[in-house]
Structures are given as C-alpha cells and as structure tokens.
C-alpha cells in the first residue's frame, strides 16, 4: 500500500497539470526516494543545487539518496554471499525483498534463472487468458468424451457378462510349464478346427480377465477415495451374474491297464462342475509308438477331449458333425484319420469300424473306410470289398443331398473311381461300370461349376480338387466313347496329384486306342510323378501304380516295369495316399483315375 501511494505521487507530479511548474522540489525528489527510484531522486537533488534557497535542502537529498545506495549496495552483496554458498532459495527470498523495497533493477546475477522478462510477462497477459480459457473448454470436451466412452465400456461390459463364453484355465498335474502350455494349445487349437469344420455357432472365448470391473492405477492413485472405489468395485464384479464357463484340465498318471489319461472339465465361473470327462488311452485304442514321448501321448489324449467338448451343447452346439451326434465315434474317427496319415492302415480301419459300430451315421468314417478298401484295387482284389466300398461312399453321398460341401464331393469322387476299378473285375459288366463312373463324374463337374464363392474354404479345397477332377472326367469320357480333351492341363506345371491321375489316363488310353504317343506320355507323366517323392513315399507309390488296373495295358512294357519294379531286397506293401474325410485335399497320390 505504501509504495502504491508513493508512485500515485510520482505519477501526480509527473502529470500535464504539474509540468506547468517544472522547478524540481524536495518534496519530489523524497518521494522518488521513498519510491526507491534512487537515480532520478538523485537528479532532482542535483537540480535543486544551483538554486541557493533550495541548496541545503538538496545536498540532505543526496545524503539520502546516498545512504540508499549503500543499503541497496549490502543487500545485494548479502544474496550474492548466499549465492556463493549454495543457498539458492534464500538468495532468492532477498532478492524478491530487495525488488519490492526498491525501484531499482536488480542486477543480471542475482536474478532467478527462470524469472520472466517484462516483454514476454506482458505477452502473457495479454495472450495467456483466452488461451488458458481455450485450454480449458478442450479439457471439458474431453472430458465429456473420456465419460461418454467410459459409460459405453460399461454397458459393453454389462452386455458381454450376459452372453455364454468360454474361459481356458489350462491343465493341471504337469510340472513342466512349457508342456502345460503345450496342451492347452493343443487344446485350443483342436477346438478351432473344429469349429471351422462345422456349420455350429462359435463359441464365444474370453480371456481370464476379460469384463472384470478395474480402474486404472494412475486413476485409483488421483482419486481421493481410489482404493474405497476398486474394492466396491471388485465386490460388485463378483455379485453380478456372468454367463462364463471355465475349462480345465488335469493329467492322470499311466495306469498299467489303461495308459495315460486325461480328464477334462467345465465348470460355471464360481467353481460348480457342470461336465466332466477321463480319458484313457485304452478306451479310445490308442497305442503309443515305441518311443513316444508322454508330451505327446496327452496331446492325442488332449485333442480328443477337444471333440468331447465340442459336442457339448454350450460349448460347440448340437448340430451333427460329419453326419455324427457321438462325440465318441467322431474321437475313433479323428484317431484313425491320425493312423491313416501315419499309414497305419491296419489301426485307422479298426478305429473306423468302432466308430461306425458307435454311430453307422458318420459319415467321415464312412468315406475314409471306403478309400482304404478301394486300395484293394489290384488284378486280385474282390468285387465285395468294392461293392461295400460304393456302398459306404453312397451313403455319404445320400446324406448330403441338397448341400454343396468338400465330403459330398470327394465321396462322388471315390464312387467314380471305384466303379472304375469294378470295371477291372473279371466277369463284371465293364461298360456299365464306365458309364456309372461317367455319371458320377459329369453330376460332380456340374456342381463343381456351381460352388465356387460359397465359402473360402471350399473355393480352397475346389483349387487343388478342379485338376484331378477334369482328369477322372475325360477318363470316363474316353471309356465310354466320347469326346475328351484336357485343355492343356498336360502343359505346364502341374500339382503332384494330379500327374498320377494323368499318367492314368494316358496308360487307359493307350490301351482303348493303342496309340504309341499315350504310352510314352503315360510312362513319362508316372516318372515325372515318382521323381517328386522321395525314399520310402518313392518306393510305395511305384508299389501302388505297379498294381493300379489303370495301368493293365502296360503291364508286360519294359519301361514301365523297369519304372515300377521294386528293389530286389526289399518288397514295398501298396499304398496310397487318399482322400480323406477332413484332411485337405491330398495333392500326392490318389486313387487313381
């Protein structure tokens, strides 16, 4: 308040109503004194000097204009001794002290390092208030945003605890944390296939902290009440109803009668059991291989409680699989097709037996059973075990009627080559037999055409099934007398599987025309074919086409005995790659066309 008066009396003399009497005064020069503005009190002193009734007085002027100085002088000496010491703060206390008692500037060195120049203090006043009140209606809007995003998250929330899900806890009694982990991918893995192979809702998979209420700690830590907030809020979260089911696992020790075992349960969120399911080697015919490790013994028994659980009406719906409502003759399907991929034919045709005794309406065991006995498709194979062959694929077809899918296709696919292969049966009606073959395979051109863009998966498997397809249809158009052509389909890069099927028109060709030029190209495409395997796939794939009908007409040719004959130490056992009810379409071998 005293200095404000003090410069109100500055200002007065120095306004236009004053400068009428510009004689410097005492009374002037004190009160720039008293103002602290040393250096014009000093002028004004000076000023009065020449004038002799005014020289006493302003001599004593300057005394004290002097002795401000000096004070003004030691204070500042004062924060640069507490500068020197290290006392910032307090040198910082005198120097804004000094500031208000004096008018003076301070000097550069003991100003504060981030004191703000005049120039810029005046920017901000006339900048820093809509800038500050812009600042602040964007931090409101946001903050709007921030709640109306919070309201939403919660009401997701809310929505998604009412909807079934599924949690996987993983499994339990392994010591090892890597084979846990293990078996709860094989786990989850399995489950998705399956899914993908079905018609079946999805289900819905949430992970273990997915629609749990959780402020963020930054937030718990700003707020007053934060942690009175998270636990209500963790109270609530377990008082509110969700519809989540746990799967988890456990791992059985080896029992001597029934080997390893695994037992897989789903229980509600609080811990309740609603299923359960032991699994054991020795139920399901699983028969470890001489140096199979236990990781991948429960793998095997893990992804057949993958087929348990998918046939459980929460979990993966109630609409058939592969024709099948038996959880049980799907898993004996699943392990032969295993078996028969391991070309452990023996053990994938009983396991497709006992999944048929479980369910005759599956249709993956069906097919799968039918392309293991047409590979008994030699010159000495009996009529019987194609009729049951084309019986088994028929049903299959009959099932599918009205739908466009992979396993209706392949079925009519396998049925055409069996009557292919019925037709090499003495005594049997050959050209009726060609004729059913050409049926099969001008229905299957026909839909073919017609199911590409339904889905991804099947525009995939038409991919790779289109070239085998064309094959076996000029086949049947050949023996039947009409018209074939392969459109170039001999030129060029052509996959795996269909060389074979190639080589096998080519040989049925030259033995309906006698041409010389299909002889050469049905040795050449068969070597071609053989060139692309290698060791043991090498040597059973000559075995197959060495007994194949569709090679008969070639059977006494030097170049193709000296193509097809085995090694003389070593006799290979036939075999063949087939097509299988959910493998893809096998590119590599085939029953040939």
Known sequence: MRVAIVVLIVVLFASPALAADPAPSCARGDALLAAGYLDDAEAVYKQMLPDACADAKGKAGLARVAG??????????????????????????????IAEDFAEPLPVDIRS????????????????????????????????????ILLGRLLGNLYSRSRESLRLAGFEGVKDDAAKASL???????????ESESDNRSPRWVSATEGDFKLPDAAVSALPQGQLIVALLELLDRLLWRRVRVISGTVRPRETDRGAGVTVVVATRSGRRESEMTLWEADLGIVPAEGETDEARYAKLVRAGAIWLAFLPRVGGSEPRL??????????????????????????????IVALDCDEY?????????????????????????????????GVIAATEGSINALRFRARYLQAVAYLYRAAVPGVDEAACYERAYALADVTRDERSRAHGRSDALDRFLDAFEPQDRVLLATTRMLTGRSSDLDGLDRGWNATG????????????FRKLGNADDR??????????????????HERNKSYARDDPAFAGLKDDPDFQALVDPPAAEAATPAALVLQATLGWAPAGGNGA
């Open 184 to 194: 709860t991918a094989a786990l989850q893995d399995r489950l998705s296939a399956l």
């Open 498 to 509: 269909a060389l074979y099927h190639l080589a096998c028109f080519y040989a049925r060709r």
């Open 362 to 394: 599956n249709l993956g065991a069906r097919l799968n059973l039918a392309s293991l006995k047409l590979r008994a498709q030699h010159d000495h194979a009996q009529p019987g075990e194609l009729d049951e062959a084309i019986d088994l694929l028929g």
């Open 113 to 148: 390092p981030d004191q703000r120049l005049p120039w810029w203090r005046q920017q901000l006043g006339r900048f820093g208030p809509p800038v500050r009140t812009v600042a602040e209606f964007v931090a409101a809007v946001l903050g709007v945003i921030v709640l109306v």
């Open 323 to 352: 024709g099948t409502t038996d959880w049980r003759s799907y898993a004996l399907f699943a392990i032969g097709e295993g078996y028969q991929r391991a070309e452990n034919l023996e053990a994938a045709r009983m396991r497709y």
């Open 520 to 537: 050469d190209r049905a040795i050449n495409t068969l070597r071609r074919y053989l060139d692309r395997h290698a060791a043991e796939a």
């Open 68 to 97: 401000a100085q000096a004070t003004f002088d030691a204070r500042v000496a004062e924060v640069r001794r507490l500068q020197a010491a290290g006392f910032e703060d307090a040198a910082d206390k005198k120097a804004q002290a």
